[in-house]
């Protein structure tokens, strides 16, 4: 996005995707794609995701880093302070936002899923580091 827009059209923290998309609750229906991936010394286990809510995750994720870099123009172009630090807020409220997206799909569909497969116990710990981690 130009420096200009970027002045003129603040990220809009409260900016849901456009309508007619589907909600990422949807992610259960349709084409499925799986991943498989451990986390430091734990056993694998697949993510099961549609290709719609992978789409909608990595385009508010392309959207963000297209507002870091007008941020960072902002800076090399010595931009007022006050506007930089409204334009982080806002970056902040759209990784709080995308981040809060990731986690509903993993309450409902891998922490559910093992639930149903009898390892909670393990999928729980494993959520627990990864906010110990995430949370300040």
């Known amino acids: 996005m130009a420096t200009s827009e970027l002045s003129a059209q603040p990220l809009d923290p409260l900016r849901e995707d456009k309508p007619g998309d589907r909600s990422h609750r949807d992610h259960g229906q349709g084409d499925q794609d799986h991943e498989e991936h451990s986390h430091e010394g734990e056993a694998i286990h697949v993510h099961v995701h549609s290709d719609e809510s ?3 995750i990595v ?3 392309s959207r963000i880093e297209g507002h870091i870099r007008g941020i960072k123009t902002m800076v090399q172009e010595s931009r007022p302070c006050p506007d930089v630090l409204v334009q982080i807020a806002a970056v902040r409220g759209a990784i709080d936002r995308v981040s809060r997206v990731i986690l509903d ?3 409902t569909e891998c922490v559910a899923r093992a639930a149903k ?7 729980i710990e494993e959520l627990k580091t990864a906010l110990d981690r995430f949370l300040p």
């Open 117 to 123: 497969e009898g390892n909670i116990e393990a999928e």
């Open 54 to 56: 992978l789409r909608r």
């Open 105 to 107: 799909e993993h309450l």
């Open 59 to 61: 385009n508010r994720l």
